[in-house]
């Protein structure tokens, strides 16, 4: 413990600056200013390493959170790199697009605000890229087993990582042109620039991980011919059928689902644009057009900052539920995940949120283009989230976006069975129906958190590596059946 007296001399969370609003919209960059490092260390000094660390278990990971911000307090910034890449492959992904459940766990978090346990976990792994402490971990041998892995999101990148380690051949196949899964076109830039995918991607291929992209499985090759070619096969495809709304009008031009408006834009980020510049196309261009948000989650607000940067008229986010507390409620005991008002970047940048409303229908032009939707006010009937009637009243849109989330994978060109959650249906060694198919991440559990994609990545390794050799020393810190913290 660095400082037996740093959480009770010092109770302010404090995180880095965000560059001012009319500037970051400017731009798709990642938000926030360069951070102070005498701030970092403060705040790591208010860890109190706690006989019973609730952290790791907040964490899927099980990250070594106490020992790296003693590191970090201390100055040992070799000794945090090392402690943060005990657990985590891919903490530059987590410390910008996870919702930390290790904060919501932190036992500070009982009477103060907790740690700021995501801002010191990415500052440890950029300062140690910087330092060049972060190298690729070439295996001593080659043990002659092959893997495929089926999709490069953070689940894939994490399994192929371990095993390439390992020593086994592993080759990624991914059917966009880039690697990365939603990291790399589900995200925008704003929360996640891309050079830090590209950097772990040259790490991985000077560790001796094979990469093929625009290959779909089903398509270009089937699930057999990579059993029949690798010794095992792990499906990593993510759960990417997104939910939908079966409303009059849901046909016009204009309701979209949000990430058929999200990967166009991050694409045109990333200089593509078939046969030009990096122009969004007119049909997802948000410049001076009343947009309206479904769905208040994540994706809804990378929905919103994007709409911002693209200069929309005017923004709305629309939830179909009651406005959450400020703070903890009973219900949502620490060190539960808490359902608790957010206000993330895109928030602070603009638009506006309206709660209770459940939408009933979409309007139209003659054309067949959406004019506005009707809202009603919200009630509650035997548990059930129902319009009220004599309530209706229309807003009126020029561009609508679902952001309801996912329902699970894409499984039409697999064949595998698939679970009454609707993901694929797996036993407890990450196996699937077929033999010597595994199946991880969101694809077996379903919609989850980017710490839980990593974990499985790092979980599934470790089960193919015992299936391929009769044992394993790769670690394995979450099951397929394990759940965060409920009450």
Known sequence: ???????????????????????????????????????????????????????????????????????????????????????????????????????????????????????????????????????????????GHTVAVIGSGPTGLAAAQQLTRAGHTVVVHERDDRLGGLLRYGIPDFKLEKHHIDRRIDQMRAEGTRFKTSVEIGVDITLDDLRSSFDAVI????????????????????????????????????????GGDAIVDAQFDARDKNVIIIGGGDTGADCLGTALRQKAASVTTLAIGAQPPEERSEMDPWPTVPRVFEVQSSHEEGGTRQYLASTTGFVGDETGRVTGIEVAKTQFVDGRRVPTPGTEHRLDADLILLALGFSGPESESLALEVAANGAFDRDASYQGSQPGVFIAGDAGRGQSLIVWAIAEGRSVAAEVDRFLTGSTRLPAPVGPQDTSFKC
């Open 1 to 143: 413990m660095a400082d037996p007296h740093g959480f009770l001399t010092i109770e302010n969370r404090e995180t880095p600056r965000r560059r001012p609003v009319p500037i970051r919209l400017m731009d798709y960059r990642e938000v926030y200013e360069a951070g102070d490092p005498e701030q970092l260390r403060r705040q790591a000094s208010r860890c109190m390493d706690c006989g019973v660390p609730f952290c790791h278990q907040g964490c899927p990971l099980g990250n070594l959170i106490p020992e790296f911000n003693d590191a970090m307090y201390r100055g040992e910034l070799p000794r945090a790199v090392e402690l943060l890449h005990a657990t985590n492959n891919f903490p530059e992904f987590t410390g910008r697009a996870c919702p930390a459940p290790c904060e919501n766990a932190c036992v500070l978090g009982i009477n103060q605000p907790a740690v700021t346990i995501k801002q010191v976990e990415v500052t440890i792994v950029d300062q140690g890229f910087a330092a060049g402490l972060i190298q690729p971990a070439i295996p001593d041998r080659i043990t």
């Open 235 to 274: 499906v990593c495809t993510g759960a990417t059928v997104p939910r939908d709304m079966a409303i009059g009008g849901r046909e016009l031009d204009g309701v979209e689902l949000a990430m058929d408006y999200l990967v166009p834009s991050n694409r045109s980020q990333a200089g593509e644009r078939p």
